[in-house]
């Protein structure tokens, strides 16, 4: 049985050491920041963890004759779409550099590819990941403010923060709110699983695959899911739009349900239940409720 090691993948020594101790079939790359807003503020750390680190990995896998991929990449590709669903071949323009970072690291993964076809490289382009583990165990746990509506709703709902801001009931969709496709994470696992098999079946150079539901959900129909399985009631307040905001984006998920086989089945209703079942177990989330007065932070 292997242990488990934790190393920073821009630290090329530290990697070197755990290719060498091991012999990888394929790697599932993660490994990133993810936040929108930080990433305007700081780019430079963005393309510092999320462009040179993705390099750093690679080198370090083609160094080994460790030439299977699976990326974490995300809608953020496609930037604000002008229409939904979004299929892999819409044009990718991301609007942040958090998005440039992976569309970048995708064009590398690209370009390897046409200069050595031993590599085999499927990146899954993640549409709006939510709800937790069913255990109640494993759940995201923002610091500070969260950015994403969901772990907002939960924060909400757990009496941690006093109401939540839609931003913008305007838009042209079916209650004024914005809409997005939500994906379970226990989904989204086993779409890597299948991506994972893909790769072992047969070489398919260097392919993309929105991981989504291929279904819209607007904002207030979250909260309304929410408030009904945690029978909490969340209180709103209408804000402006969020700059950057696209008004509908969802996937078309297709192309992974037909070649991987698989298929997202949990709906609403199950993402907001399982999302409220590792809230209400951890309000706090991995830290203690005093940790958080302190430091303002939840971990
Ligand atoms: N929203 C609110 N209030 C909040 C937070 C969000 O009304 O406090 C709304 C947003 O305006 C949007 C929807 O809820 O309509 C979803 O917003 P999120 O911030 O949860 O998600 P985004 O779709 O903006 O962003 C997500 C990921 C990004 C990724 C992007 C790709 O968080 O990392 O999808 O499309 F880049």
């Known amino acids: 049985m292997c242990g488990v090691s934790m190393v920073d993948i821009r630290d090329k020594g530290g990697l070197e050491k755990v290719f060498a101790s091991t012999r990888f079939d394929a790697v599932v790359h993660f490994a990133g920041l993810k936040a929108v807003g930080e990433s305007v503020q700081k780019p430079l ?36 779409p002008k229409n939904s669903p979004c299929t892999e071949e819409f044009p990718l323009t991301p ?79 079916k209650d004024g709110t914005g809409i997005r496709d939500y994906i379970h994470v226990v989904d989204l696992a086993e779409g890597h699983i299948a991506a994972l098999r893909k790769l072992f079946e047969r070489s398919i150079g260097c392919q993309a695959y929105n991981l989504g539901t291929g279904k819209g959900t607007s904002v207030l129909e979250i909260v309304n899911a929410f408030e009904k399985v945690s029978g909490k009631k969340i209180p709103l307040v209408i804000g402006p739009r ?51 007065k302190q430091n303002g932070h939840s971990h």
């Open 45 to 80: 750390l963005y393309y510092d963890h999320n462009v040179a680190g993705t390099i750093i990995l690679l080198e370090v896998m083609a160094a080994h004759g460790c030439k299977k991929l699976v990326f974490s990449s995300s809608a953020a590709v496609y930037g604000s």
């Open 242 to 292: 969020r700059p950057g905001d696209a008004e509908i984006l969802f996937s078309s998920a297709a192309k992974a349900e037909r070649e991987f086989k698989w298929k997202a089945k949990y709906g609403i209703e199950e993402m907001c239940r399982d999302q409220w079942n590792w809230a209400s177990k951890n309000p706090f989330g991995y830290a203690s409720p005093d940790s958080t």
């Open 95 to 173: 609007h942040n550099p958090y998005g440039r970072t992976k569309l970048i690291a995708e064009e590398i993964c690209r370009d390897i590819y046409h200069s050595d076809s031993e590599w085999s490289i499927i990146l899954l382009r993640y549409f709006n990941p939510v709800g937790a583990h069913p255990s109640g165990y494993l759940g995201e746990d923002p610091c500070g403010i969260p950015n994403n509506l969901m772990p907002f709703v939960q924060q909400v709902a757990v009496g941690r923060r006093p109401s939540l801001t839609i931003f913008g009931n305007d838009y042209a969709t």
